[in-house]
């Protein structure tokens, strides 16, 4: 699955840090971006969703896309042992023939310790 | 109050069996999805229904059938399986059919020994 790539980590963080997650992309078609946190052995919920190139803050999290580098990211401030989780992003085209297709990177597995 | 809940949750079976999960909304979405999340984590989509009207079937085998009895509702039906369907299934639901805001069940893993 080529279109979105992720690197799974792991990624091991003291609580209190600031963590950096991102994903790029190779289809300029993509408008909508998102991420989903997963713990273990349960489904994905969706963390942030982002129209188009821009940032968004929601509380401790902050996701940013860069359309012009087809690279999206999530920075998690003040990070928390319950931030411990799969973080997935995804994207799609949001129209035509692939109207509801989500295309989503392989996760990055994050654990922060107390 | 569970909004998307499929069963079962696990699933140990024989190869060439025939087997069902159950999905149900209680959110009021219109589409339902099915994701194949396999051993590496990628999350694939596997079909979509808006309204009970198959929208998206994606590259999947014959052996795959979903069923949509009503909106609320999103079984997926598998034939004759084989060991490289061992795999976690999700049903997914959300309003309108652009699937940017999906709510995830917590999976079916699937097992064929």
């Known amino acids: 699955q080529k279109e979105v790539e992720q690197d799974p980590g792991p990624l091991s963080v003291p609580e209190g840090a600031i963590v950096s997650l991102n994903c790029t992309y190779s289809n300029s078609a993509f408008q909508y971006f998102m991420w989903y946190r997963q713990y273990s052995r349960k489904g994905p919920e969706l963390l942030m969703y982002t129209y188009s190139s821009g940032n968004k803050e929601d509380g401790r999290f902050t996701a940013q896309v860069d359309k012009s580098s087809k690279y999206i990211s999530l920075f998690i401030r003040d990070s928390q042992p319950s931030d411990s989780a799969t973080y997935l992003c995804a994207m799609s085209e949001g129209r035509g023939s692939t109207l509801g297709r989500l295309y989503f990177g392989r996760g990055t597995q994050l654990t922060v310790w107390p | 109050d569970t909004a998307v809940s499929q069963t079962p949750k696990y699933l140990v079976t024989q190869m060439g069996n025939d087997k069902s999960i159950k999905c149900e909304q209680n959110?009021?979405?219109?589409?339902m999805y099915w994701y194949k999340q396999d051993s590496k984590k990628f999350l694939k989509i596997m079909f979509s229904?808006?309204?009970?009207?198959?929208?998206i079937n994606e590259t999947v085998p014959n052996r795959f059938s979903p069923k949509s009895p009503d909106k609320a509702h999103l079984n997926l039906h598998i034939n004759s399986l084989e060991l490289g369907d061992s795999a976690v299934y999700f049903c997914?639901?959300?309003?309108?059919?652009?699937?940017?805001?999906?709510?995830f069940g917590s999976g079916t893993q699937l097992s064929v020994l």
């Open positions: 997914a639901s959300s309003q309108g059919g652009r699937g940017e805001k999906l709510f």
């Open positions: 959110l009021g979405h219109d589409t």
């Open positions: 229904y808006n309204n009970k009207e198959l929208i």
